[in-house]
């Protein structure tokens, strides 16, 4: 009897040492399970937030980049409507430069048009005034060459006629018998005889520039100044300067 309670009690006892170390092992393993569940949540907690704050840097550089963009849009479209207005001020003021000239060379035409008609007309009408009013007439322009009036560049028959108080057929008949020539000519050439003579007593008129030279003489037009000149001395002005200053390094 005393065995059987013995055996009974020895197979009890190992029975619940064997379950308190079976308890202690699922512990030990549900622990061990749980921190490595908490370790993995953890990495992926760390991980979500460098992806997240890689979202943010990627997309703090892409709208840096919008703003960039839309900078770089900006000032190229004013650069081009800076261009665009430039360009169209060039050509305007170009416009209106040639514009001008070719006023101004239909103004010279005209009134050339004008004096050599009126000139015609007193070639067909001969001889009509008296000996003492064509003398009169002479002392007159020859004080007009005196004064060099002739500088004045909107100078004309019909100014000059009004100026000196005679009638301009009078005075373009009266030219054209004693000066062979018409109003224009006349004048221009006395143009041409003063800046040549200026060229040559002084030597700062070599250094200025043609459209100078045309406008101290009286020429409104460059181009009709340089057709001129050379008409009158056989050489541009350009030429006749060269000419000049090298006979003066001679």
């Known amino acids: 009897m005393n065995v059987i309670l013995a055996l009974f009690l ?44 890689n ?7 892409s709208e840096e980049r919008s703003e960039d963009k839309l900078y770089n849009i900006f000032y190229l479209f004013n650069a081009i409507a800076l261009f665009l207005v ?14 001008r000239r070719t006023v101004k060379q239909f103004m010279e035409s005209a009134e050339d048009l004008e004096e050599q008609g009126n000139e015609e007309d007193n070639a067909e009408e001969k001889r009509y005034i008296t000996e003492e009013k064509e003398q009169d007439i002479l002392h007159k322009i020859t004080y007009f ?13 019909n100014v000059l006629a009004g100026n000196i108080g005679v009638n301009h057929r009078y ?8 000066k062979e020539c018409d109003f224009a000519t006349y004048v221009n050439e006395l143009r041409i005889g003063y800046i040549v003579s200026c060229l040559k ?13 045309a ?4 020429f409104a037009s460059h181009s009709r100044f340089t057709v001129t000149f050379k008409k009158v001395t056989g050489d541009s002005p350009s030429v006749f300067i060269s000419k000049l200053k090298a006979k003066d390094t001679a």
Not at 11 to 30: D, H, R
Not at 86 to 99: D, P, Q, T
Not at 146 to 157: P, R
Request: glycine share 6%; aromatic share 10%; with cysteine.
């Open 171 to 178: 005075l373009s008949y009266v030219i054209n018998k004693n």
């Open 86 to 99: 430039a360009s169209a001020g060039v050509f305007y003021l170009k416009y209106v430069r040639g514009l």
């Open 55 to 61: 979202n943010d840097e990627v997309y703090t550089r």
């Open 201 to 213: 007593q002084d030597p700062k008129f070599l250094k200025y520039k043609i459209s100078y030279l």
């Open 145 to 157: 060459e005196k004064e060099q009036g002739y500088l004045d560049k909107d100078i004309s028959l």
């Open 215 to 218: 406008e101290q003489c009286g």
């Open 10 to 53: 020895a197979m009890f006892c190992g029975g619940n040492v064997a379950l308190a170390v079976n308890k202690e092992q699922v512990v030990s393993e549900l622990n061990n399970n749980i921190y490595r569940a908490k370790v993995r949540v953890l990495g992926q907690i760390e991980d979500l937030d460098v992806l997240l704050e």
